[in-house]
């Protein structure tokens, strides 16, 4: 057939079908007598799944058209098959607010239509996961640009056969390929910023089958709330590290947080081949910079056991699609000589500090010159010759190579192709699969971690129940196409299409905290739904189950609007009571970045309500706050957070314009010194008098609390109670009779009872306990100065009086408590206010890592950020780079990662968190009326904490008389006018 300059066909249109049909028969024959036939990707089982009848023949049909037309173009055409036709009426260059298609964002694929072909038997893989000893699931790990999306890459290529995103310079190596970013901002950014996944079928080194559910994701501090999600569902974290960078401080503290959350962990040292290409280092020093890191590995998981010989440290390029051990290396390359126990030894040897020669393996020192280390003989060496060879053309000599050593043959079409896409030819043929990582992740697991965590969750629980009882554990909710899914594990029972569940928000009452189990009361308010569809994730697609068992990481679709964060689902009958109940999900740190925000067109306020909403599922770290001047304030992570949640609020969610504040930060409020008097507060009918006095916390005792060091539930029982006042006399020095008496930790602050039986009736006290405790979490929640919370601060219960006898059974009593509470808060109030109070700011921690040359450059940029200073730099072996750590205030933090990269030329990676918590006093006197504050200007330094406090009560509606500093926070709103007089004559106010 001919075709003209555009590449259209030339002739009878009864020709071209007769040239498809030619190919589809040939296509069929290929089918029917090749190598793949054995096993049958697509063939569903209609027993299990009756809805899904038609996607095999739409699948066959398509994609065999596809396949004709991409044989007849070539490779340089891309060939798409549109479903639909434009409507007429339909305009080309649509308007930007309709905002009501989330598929416009996304390059998911249609259901049943263009599903890829799975290497594997999904029949076999769905019969395999109904035994969850087979089942793991793995969340890839990393800071930014360390390769985890293309390491998920290599899985794709490998599983799936006629993915439509592929390209020929994808195929060649030129391009990424991404799969797993399936959002337009992940594709124009070249940023993972989602979770996302794919479950298939693998194997291990031993030829034994595992179903493996690999998650993605996102390597921006920024979204660590979507690495909390992940972690909180996998067995075991695959951390990868750039062999440039090393280990970070964002890869420590993501080895803290596996370790902490009980998870396995496998290391792939990615992009081996930077050694070679960028470092251009020698053989024997790219050893010395491999050792140095796996030294840094085992001193920041504080665990010798990480090595290579043990498998559980692996080598990666995803650059050319390889991933290999040193046994697979071994293996693959020795096998032939070695066997059995020969191969075993060899391999225990091989990373060790060792020498070859003539048969025999010889110790060798540290600085020995005159020999070659055998991980160098052995593995560095071939990789180097492979390199060196393919880079200097030497084609002959590589496919010599490649057939001497590791059986494996070059085509005269791959030997034509250009050095780069020659050298992923050449490595994908020596390591065609990932075995070795399947084993590494499979054996560091083991079926144990799984079970393990099983008896921990469901301890007390379902083990005494019956089998058919559901629990599962929803984690996120997400935008797929243009249907809403829900990320669910299944711990325990079955579930299937038409099933209907139960949905048990977490807990959030704060007396109720504890609360681990599910009750008759919680069944009864939770909500009922019906499952509509199952799926497994795919990356681009999802493809549809008729039901999920135990251990199965699955999507179901219905229940996304009866929860925003994370929920428990059960079975909708009464015998679910006793099951465990699933604590909300720890995000990873506070958010403590803040913009407010409202429509521009006031009467499109329900449209931006509606987008809110949406927003505040599919994003599992912001906070969303409505104030009582009714401005939206929401809480995130940083700047790159917000940019992308304001586009999806814009554009998908809302489709509307929004307006936007400046970004401000959170602030706190505390003291810094002890209450100077122990003034008394009485209720209106004066019938009630309580005397609460404040001071500030050490330090210590903060930052653990912050960072659950001290486990605040120990206070749930006598036995608990007593060994938290052990732990505060051992470690915190508090005496013993503070220590026995603390009622109440929440947030960073605590509760205690310090009265005297002489002076206050203990067990009127005790009886009121509960309506106290409301009142101090309220008093904490929102502080005297501008309603912000409470930071680090001990209150300590002095008196507590009642006039007259109370009779504790008569309807007094309610009444009484209901006074309790606002007097609680307001004897709180004024303990903080009689304790030299001050305002603390969150503290940024930036990791920069950058070329050396450009350190003078940092300095200066800093220098114009109020209280920015580096605080340490590290060298990065073998490289000219090295990591500085900087602390920040977040409110001086905004632009300054733009202002570091204009003025490093692009060669700086920032990460910006406040994981550790660091909150520091704002310069100034909070309490100063005279305090300047100068309109359209920067308010000076010793300004500074009365200009954040009369701004944010202004904002909030607490100050309303005019610009000037005068109608801020007093303890004259509290006390009589008398006291108060008192104490300003005698200089205490």
């Known amino acids: 057939m001919d075709f003209d300059e555009f590449g259209n066909p030339i002739g009878d249109e009864l020709e071209l079908g007769e040239e498809i049909e030619v190919k589809k028969e040939e296509t069929e024959s290929i089918g029917t007598n090749g190598e793949g036939s054995n ?38 055409v891309e060939v798409l098959m549109e479903y639909e036709d434009r409507d007429a009426n339909e305009p080309i260059v649509e308007s930007g607010d309709t905002g009501e298609s989330h598929s416009k964002e996304g390059v998911f694929i249609r259901l049943k239509k263009n599903i890829p ?103 921006h501090v920024d979204f660590i709330d979507e690495v909390a999600v992940a972690m909180s569902v996998s067995d075991t974290a695959l951390v990868c590290i750039d062999i440039i960078e090393g280990i970070s401080s964002t890869t420590r503290y993501i080895i803290k947080e596996c370790q902490k ?54 080598f990666a390029s995803a650059k050319f699609g390889i991933i290999f051990s040193i046994e697979q290396f071994v293996s693959k390359c020795y096998g032939k000589v070695l066997a059995g126990p020969k191969l075993n030894e060899f391999v225990k040897r091989v990373w060790r500090n060792n020498y070859y020669d003539r048969g025999v393996f010889h110790p060798r020192t540290l600085n020995d ?100 009882q559901f629990l599962a554990h929803a984690v996120k909710n997400m935008s797929i196409g243009d249907s809403e899914w829900t990320l669910v594990k299944v711990y325990h029972g079955n579930i299937a299409v038409g099933d209907k569940i139960s949905v048990i928000v977490p807990v959030s009452n704060i007396s109720d905290s504890g609360v681990k189990f599910i009750d008759e009361e919680m069944l009864e308010e939770g909500s009922q739904h019906v499952i509509e569809a199952i799926s497994l994730l795919g990356g681009r697609f999802c493809y549809p189950v008729p039901s999920a068992s135990e251990g199965q990481l ?46 521009l067109n006031p009467k499109e306020l329900p449209k931006l309500l509606s987008g809110l909403e949406k927003t505040n599922r599919y994003y599992p770290g912001l906070h969303v706050k409505v104030e009582e001047s009714g401005e939206h304030v929401l809480l995130g992570n940083g700047e790159l957070y917000f940019d992308c949640l304001m586009h999806d609020l814009r554009n998908v ?128 929640r929102e502080g005297p100065l501008m309603e912000e919370a409470i930071h680090g601060v001990k209150f300590r219960i002095l008196k507590f009086e009642m006039s007259g006898r109370v009779n504790l059974d008569s309807l007094d009593v309610g009444i009484i408590g209901v006074q309790l509470i606002p007097l609680m808060r307001k004897a709180c109030n004024v303990a903080l206010l009689t304790a030299k109070p001050i305002v603390v700011e969150p503290i940024y921690e930036m990791d920069i890592i950058m070329k050396k040359v450009y350190y003078p450059v940092l300095e200066e940029v800093l220098k114009k950020r109020r209280s920015a200073y580096i605080y340490a730099t590290e060298t990065i072996p073998g490289t000219p780079l090295i990591e500085v750590k900087t602390q920040v205030p977040v409110i001086e933090s905004f632009g300054l990662e733009t202002d570091i990269r204009l003025s490093s030329e ?79 004559e005698a200089g205490f106010v």
């Open 653 to 780: 969610y809302g489709g509307i314009e929004v307006k936007i504040s400046d970004p401000v930060t959170v602030f706190a409020e505390s003291c810094q010194g002890e209450s100077f008097a122990a003034i008394p507060v009485e209720s209106s009918n004066h019938n009630i008098s309580l005397t609460v006095c404040a001071e500030p916390l050490d330090k210590k005792i903060v930052q653990d609390i912050s960072k659950k060091k001290l486990d605040v539930e120990l206070l749930g029982d006598k036995k608990g109670l007593r060994e938290m006042a052990k732990v505060l006399r051992r470690d915190y020095g508090w005496d013993s009779l503070a220590a026995r008496n603390i009622w109440a930790f929440f947030h960073t602050s605590i509760l205690v009872d310090d009265t005297l039986p002489d002076e206050t009736d203990k067990n009127l006290l005790q009886h009121f306990r509960e309506q106290v405790l409301q009142g101090f979490y309220w008093a904490v």
């Open 554 to 599: 699955v999507l179901l679709k219905g229940i996304s609007k009866s929860f925003v964060k994370s929920a428990t689902l059960c079975s909708n009958n009464i015998e679910s009571a006793g099951l465990p109940l699933f604590q909300a999900i720890n995000y990873i740190g506070r958010p403590v970045f803040k913009v407010i925000i409202a429509p």
């Open 369 to 468: 010159k005159n020999h070659e280390a055998t991980f160098v003989t052995f593995i560095l060496n071939p990789i180097y010759k492979i390199f060196t060879h393919t880079l200097s053309r030497e084609v002959d000599v590589v496919s010599k190579t490649l057939k001497k050593n590791f059986g494996v043959s070059l085509t005269e079409d791959e030997m034509a192709n250009d050095p780069q896409p020659l050298l992923k030819v050449v490595f994908t043929k020596i390591f065609p699969d990932q075995k070795a990582l399947i084993s590494s992740l499979t054996s560091c697991s083991g079926s144990g971690n799984y079970y393990q965590k099983q008896v921990n969750l469901l301890e007390n629980g379902v083990q005494n129940t019956s089998s058919r």
């Open 39 to 76: 096993h049958s990707d697509n063939e569903i089982n209609e027993e299990d799944d009756d809805y899904m009848s038609d996607l095999d023949a739409d699948f066959d049909d398509e994609n065999l058209a596809l396949e004709s037309l991409r044989h007849t173009y070539g490779d340089q």
């Open 261 to 314: 959350r009980g998870l396995s962990m496998v290391f792939l040292i990615n992009k081996i081949d930077r050694l070679v290409l960028e470092l251009m280092l020698p053989p024997t020093e790219a050893y010395m910079k491999l050792q140095e890191l796996v030294l840094n590995i085992q001193g920041a998981t504080k665990d010798s056991m990480f090595t290579p010989e043990n498998n559980n440290i692996l």
């Open 906 to 984: 692009g060669n700086a990676i920032i990460q910006s968190h406040q994981w550790n918590d660091i909150w520091r006093k704002v310069p100034g006197d909070v309490m100063d009326e005279d305090a300047p504050i100068p309109k359209l200007k920067p308010a000076p330094t010793s300004s500074l904490s009365r200009d954040f406090v009369m701004k944010t009560r202004r904002r909030k509606g607490i100050s309303n008389d005019g610009f000037m500093s005068n109608d801020g926070p007093t303890l004259q709103k509290y006390i009589d006018k008398e006291l108060f007089s008192q104490l300003k």
């Open 117 to 219: 072909r799975a290497q594997f038997d999904r029949e076999y893989m769905m019969q395999m996961m109904k035994v969850p000893e087979r089942i793991r699931t793995v969340c890839i790990l990393g800071p930014l640009h360390s390769g985890k999306t293309s390491i998920a890459d290599i899985f794709v290529l490998n599983n799936y056969d006629r993915l439509n995103c592929i390209t020929k310079n994808i195929r060649l190596g030129w391009k990424q390929l991404r799969y797993m970013d399936n959002t337009r901002q992940e594709i124009e950014r070249g940023m993972t910023l989602k979770l996302n996944g794919m479950t298939f079928l693998a194997t291990d080194m031993q030829d034994k089958s595992h179903v493996i559910n690999l998650l993605d994701t996102p390597g």
